[in-house]
């Protein structure tokens, strides 16, 4: 299936889109994006498609235990086994360069939890270890620490943390890292952040870049990068090359893949280094070709079409939230045009932010309840869509109205609303294994009502 044809295929084809595709055809853009939650295409429609492109779109999580999220009792993690397992139309693609949380839940990633493992719902800490400079001492948790950079002693001995993750990770379905993809194409993904680094217009675009800094002790400080005396500083250190500030970049990529000697390789590095910005990690995505079949090559320099499933942040429920990629997509497209003007290999690209929203529809098997209540809603929006507006906005109204009757009716349970807040996953007590169950009606919504359904849940069950 051509980049075209799966365009079609999700609903998202148009004279629009066909200006859009000749600009990339033509190399008059780098990037141009699309959101998927806005498509009139239906929910199982959609899964058809995609199962039937060519490779498989990256579901961007973090890492962490992920074994709690494969066997149904994650709550609001729930969603990438719905999209990576059940229905098989993404992959786990994790990155790695995340924080450790913090002891009391307010700092680092106090979601994905890496510092600790989850067993039903329970959660346990592990027992960090950082970097003082001359050997590995115990973290007090007092602040999030740099995941590569970090240490963990279990069963007597000692090793990275990222390595324990990654040997823990048994799921049904592979995942690929952030710091694998980028070891992978080192040579390439250098290429783009030079070429970002030397086309950026002023210091403003520069810190789009590398906003932030790690030092060596596991520490992320925000410090934008900026020219200075014909090279670059960053933070305390000064570097005479965009190739020297890049080279400084990928230094962590090594801390992150150690199997063993981590305290040698963090006294070779830096006192600090910079790191990439979210926005270029979703760029390097893009261009390394993390969508593509068997995961490569990186690019062909023909136009392309990358579909990312990007969670709430990123990818929003429209129309309630569109997420933060649509949102800065307009301040970020320089550095895709730049990557495309500097280097022939690069793929211009038609980004396709696909929301994962319409997957916490589906409810644990072991709560029977809610799926019935959540069943009982859907068909009270496929009526609704049935006999009303087509447009999503003009269905809007309707919706809002049929969610506030709804929750009066069936007083969702705690677990759901959790789900929808966007809360802990920590459970109060321990949770069994449990199948993820699609509820009745699901697949008939299209996924731009879908997305209302959600965006209406959101603030209702939120105080």
């Not at 086994?81 to 990155?95: H, S």
């Not at 217009?201 to 790690?214: E, I, K, N, S, Y």
């Not at 497209?333 to 916490?360: H, K, N, R, T």
């Given at each position: 299936?051509?980049?075209?044809?799966?365009?079609?295929?999700?609903?998202?084809?148009?004279?629009?889109?066909?200006?859009?595709?000749?600009?990339?055809?033509?190399?008059?853009?780098?990037?141009?994006?699309?959101?998927?939650?806005?498509?009139?295409?239906?929910?199982?429609?959609?899964?058809?498609?995609?199962?039937?492109?060519?490779?498989?779109?990256?579901?961007?999580?973090?890492?962490?235990?992920?074994?709690?999220?494969?066997?149904?009792?994650?709550?609001?993690?729930?969603?990438?086994?719905?999209?990576?397992?059940?229905?098989?139309?993404?992959y786990p693609l994790l990155y790695d360069f995340?924080?450790?949380?913090?002891?009391?839940?307010?700092?680092?990633?106090?979601?994905?939890?890496?510092?600790?493992?989850?067993?039903?719902?329970?959660?346990?800490?592990?027992?960090?270890?950082?970097?003082?400079?001359?050997?590995?001492?115990?973290?007090?948790?007092?602040?999030?620490?740099?995941?590569?950079?970090?240490?963990?002693?279990?069963?007597?001995?000692?090793?990275?943390?990222?390595r324990l993750h990654r040997?823990?990770?048994?799921?049904?379905?592979?995942?690929?890292?952030?710091?694998?993809?980028?070891?992978?194409?080192?040579?390439?993904?250098?290429?783009?952040?030079?070429?970002?680094?030397?086309?950026?217009?002023?210091?403003?675009?520069?810190?789009?870049?590398?906003?932030?800094?790690?030092?060596?002790?596991?520490?992320?400080?925000?410090?934008?990068?900026?020219?200075?005396?014909?090279?670059?500083?960053?933070?305390?250190?000064?570097?005479?090359?965009?190739?020297?500030?890049?080279?400084?970049?990928?230094?962590?990529?090594?801390?992150?893949?150690?199997?063993?000697?981590?305290?040698?390789?963090?006294?070779?590095?830096?006192?600090?280094?910079?790191?990439?910005?979210?926005?270029?990690?979703?760029?390097?995505?893009?261009?390394?070709?993390?969508?593509?079949?068997?995961?490569?090559?990186?690019?062909?320099?023909?136009?392309?079409?990358?579909?990312?499933?990007?969670?709430?942040?990123?990818?929003?429920?429209?129309?309630?939230?569109?997420?933060?990629?649509?949102?800065?997509?307009?301040?970020?497209?320089?550095?895709?045009?730049?990557?495309?003007?500097?280097?022939?290999?690069?793929?211009?690209?038609?980004?396709?932010?696909?929301?994962?929203?319409?997957?916490?529809?589906?409810?644990?098997?072991?709560?029977?309840?809610?799926?019935?209540?959540?069943?009982?809603?859907?068909?009270?929006?496929?009526?609704?869509?049935?006999?009303?507006?087509?447009?999503?906005?003009?269905?809007?109204?309707?919706?809002?109205?049929?969610?506030?009757?709804?929750?009066?009716?069936?007083?969702?349970?705690?677990?759901?609303?959790?789900?929808?807040?966007?809360?802990?996953?920590?459970?109060?007590?321990?949770?069994?294994?449990?199948?993820?169950?699609?509820?009745?009606?699901?697949?008939?919504?299209?996924?731009?009502?879908?997305?209302?359904?959600?965006?209406?849940?959101?603030?209702?069950?939120?105080?």
């Amino acid at each position: 299936m051509s980049g075209w044809a799966t365009l079609e295929s999700l609903g998202l084809a148009g004279p629009e889109t066909e200006r859009d595709w000749a600009r990339l055809d033509a190399r008059e853009s780098g990037m141009r994006w699309r959101h998927l939650g806005r498509s009139d295409v239906t929910m199982a429609e959609l899964a058809r498609a995609l199962r039937a492109a060519p490779g498989r779109p990256p579901r961007t999580g973090h890492v962490g235990d992920w074994d709690d999220i494969w066997r149904g009792r994650s709550g609001i993690l729930d969603y990438n086994a719905v999209v990576c397992r059940e229905l098989g139309i993404g992959y786990p693609l994790l990155y790695d360069f995340t924080q450790t949380e913090t002891a009391g839940l307010d700092g680092g990633d106090t979601l994905f939890l890496p510092g600790s493992l989850m067993r039903g719902g329970q959660r346990e800490e592990l027992r960090l270890l950082r970097w003082n400079g001359d050997r590995f001492v115990p973290h007090d948790r007092a602040e999030p620490l740099f995941l590569p950079y970090v240490q963990v002693r279990r069963d007597g001995g000692d090793m990275p943390l990222l390595r324990l993750h990654r040997e823990n990770d048994r799921g049904p379905v592979p995942a690929d890292h952030h710091s694998a993809l980028w070891a992978r194409h080192r040579r390439r993904i250098g290429e783009i952040l030079v070429a970002l680094v030397r086309r950026a217009p002023d210091d403003r675009a520069l810190a789009q870049v590398f906003g932030r800094t790690v030092r060596r002790d596991g520490g992320v400080v925000r410090t934008p990068v900026v020219r200075e005396r014909g090279g670059f500083r960053a933070g305390d250190l000064w570097y005479g090359s965009a190739e020297a500030l890049v080279s400084a970049a990928l230094a962590p990529v090594e801390a992150a893949l150690a199997r063993d000697g981590l305290g040698a390789v963090l006294r070779e590095m830096p006192s600090s280094v910079p790191l990439a910005s979210v926005d270029v990690v979703a760029l390097s995505y893009a261009l390394l070709g993390a969508h593509r079949p068997g995961r490569g090559p990186a690019g062909d320099g023909r136009p392309d079409v990358h579909i990312q499933w990007g969670a709430l942040a990123m990818a929003g429920h429209p129309p309630g939230s569109k997420g933060y990629f649509a949102r800065r997509a307009g301040k970020v497209g320089w550095m895709y045009d730049a990557a495309a003007a500097e280097l022939p290999w690069v793929s211009p690209v038609m980004f396709v932010i696909a929301p994962v929203a319409p997957y916490f529809l589906w409810t644990p098997e072991r709560e029977g309840d809610d799926l019935v209540a959540v069943e009982d809603l859907l068909r009270r929006v496929g009526a609704a869509a049935a006999s009303g507006p087509a447009h999503v906005a003009a269905l809007a109204p309707a919706v809002r109205e049929l969610v506030a009757k709804w929750l009066t009716d069936w007083p969702p349970s705690g677990r759901l609303r959790t789900r929808f807040r966007w809360e802990s996953r920590v459970a109060p007590d321990p949770l069994p294994e449990s199948g993820l169950a699609e509820p009745a009606g699901f697949g008939e919504l299209t996924m731009a009502q879908a997305c209302l359904v959600v965006s209406c849940l959101v603030p209702a069950v939120t105080p």
